[in-house]
């Protein structure tokens, strides 16, 4: 049985701010993680990709990373690819969860969710643009499964809103749109939250099951919340 599936993008330009700032990389990574980024010409990408991987953890066991902690695990580098290499006490935890295998994928960000998005805009015709508040909180909440919060947010929403400030349209109107499906409802079926994975495996769900069933109705209440929010002219 599969207990949980973890995805996290990390963006490598954030990253290289932060590790520039004093005792950020020794408060967050191992030396181990750090004398492999170190090693490399572009460490900031390396620091991401374990940070990912981390959040990544603690979403699919349904902890959050805060209860997880930094240290529970680090990212290691061997002959067949990455893997997590876990403290003591955590290796435990796993043990007494029934959790025997953990597998690790890493890839590193380049601009990907920024190209989806910039990719979405150019298909929408000249004469659907004053609609695209509207596209968006529309297809918000099954793009919950797609998705998470920070990549929807960091990634996606900032293209989506400054496409829309050059076409003369309202940046905070695409922000409320998104807000109604991504954030308020479809945080029930998106596999990559925490809460979602530790709620159906509380309650003895099958995932997919659970998402064939909930979004019947959170969808057809984000496009009701949409349309009170076009009423009061916050998306329009």
Known sequence: MIR????DLCDIERMKKAVAREGFV??????GEIAYAKDKADAASHYAAAFAAKEALAKAGGWGLGKMGLDACEVVR???GPVFNF?????????EEGIIRVFLS???ESGMAAAMANTLVSLIPASMTKFVPILVGVFA?????VFDADTFYYGILPVLTQSATAMGLSGAGICYAALVG??????????????TLLMTGMCDLDLGEHQRYTIKFVWPLSIVLLILLTVF???L
Do not use: M
């Not at 991504?182 to 809460?195: E, M, R, S, V």
């Open 78 to 80: 061997t002959e067949r």
């Open 106 to 108: 890493l890839s590193h």
């Open 26 to 31: 020794k408060r967050l990574f191992s030396e």
């Open 182 to 195: 991504q954030l308020t409802l479809g945080w029930a079926i998106t596999p990559l939250t925490p809460a």
């Open 141 to 145: 909440t099954p793009l919950s499964l």
């Open 87 to 95: 403290s003591a006490d955590f290796q435990r935890r796993l043990e």
């Open 233 to 235: 002219g916050l998306i």
């Open 4 to 7: 949980g599936i973890g995805i």
